[in-house]
T-cell receptor
Framework: ETGVTQTPRHLVMGMTNKKSLKCEQH?????MYWYKQSAKKPLELMFV???????ENNSVPSRFSPECPNSSHLFLHLHTLQPEDSALYLC??????????????FGSGTRLTVV | RKEVEQDPGPFNVPEGATVAFNCTYS??????FFWYRQDCRKEPKLLMS???SGNEDGRFTAQLNRASQYISLLIRDSKLSDSATYLC?????????FGTGTRLLVSP
């Protein structure tokens, strides 16, 4: 099993659909993240689950809903998306806590197209 | 002002050249610093952490200047396989903040 696994790799959905992105990490990390990457923009943090605490970027629309049932699994539920939501969605995990940050390990991402 | 600023490039260099990227950050409270590499349509991958004393990993050397709040990455003897986007990353409390990246193209 690779470190961080994301499914699906590609997703095309209509604006009225409901879909979910899945992420699983096998690294023993205790924090997981959702990032959005649009063309020519920096990675945008959407949600963090760290040490059983959820932190969210207040600018993320409510049509994106995260779920983290345990420290190894993370979902992003999508509903009534807009074309501007088309982007690469990246899951990451890390070890949280302590004074030193060791960086994130990213999954391979889901390339989402909203039509 | 962006929290992390990078020259987007592209930097076009021939094989064997030495190339340097700089990055500035605005949050003086940032404690950890990294360079990530991202290939086209792939996920970012950690290239190296950046320590106050500077650190080297093979052909790659990273430097941190806390007083001026900038980070650099030097690549010696460039290879074709070094062509990618290099992301400068700093911490904001416990989260990572990414720059938009600098694109490097190494040509034969």
């Amino acid at each position: 099993e690779t470190g961080v696994t994301q499914t699906p790799r590609h997703l095309v959905m209509g604006m009225t659909n409901k879909k979910s992105l899945k992420c699983e990490q096998h690294l023993g990390h205790n924090a997981m993240y959702w990032y959005k990457q649009s063309a020519k923009k920096p990675l945008e943090l959407m949600f963090v689950y760290s040490l059983e605490e959820r932190v969210e970027n207040n600018s993320v629309p409510s049509r994106f809903s995260p779920e983290c049932p345990n420290s190894s699994h993370l979902f992003l539920h999508l509903h009534t998306l807009q074309p501007e939501d088309s982007a690469l969605y990246l899951c990451a995990s890390s070890h949280a806590g302590g004074s030193v940050h060791y960086g994130y390990t990213f999954g391979s991402g889901t390339r989402l197209t909203v039509v | 002002r962006k929290e992390v600023e990078q020259d987007p490039g592209p930097f076009n260099v021939p094989e064997g050249a030495t190339v340097a990227f700089n990055c500035t950050y605005s949050n003086s409270a940032s404690q950890s610093f990294f360079w990530y590499r991202q290939d086209c349509r792939k996920e970012p991958k950690l290239l190296m952490s950046v320590y106050s004393s500077g650190n080297e990993d093979g052909r790659f050397t990273a430097q941190l200047n806390r007083a001026s709040q900038y980070i650099s990455l030097l690549i010696r003897d460039s290879k074709l396989s070094d062509s990618a986007t290099y992301l400068c990353v700093v911490t904001r409390v416990k989260e990572l903040v990414f720059g938009t990246g600098t694109r490097l193209l190494v040509s034969p």
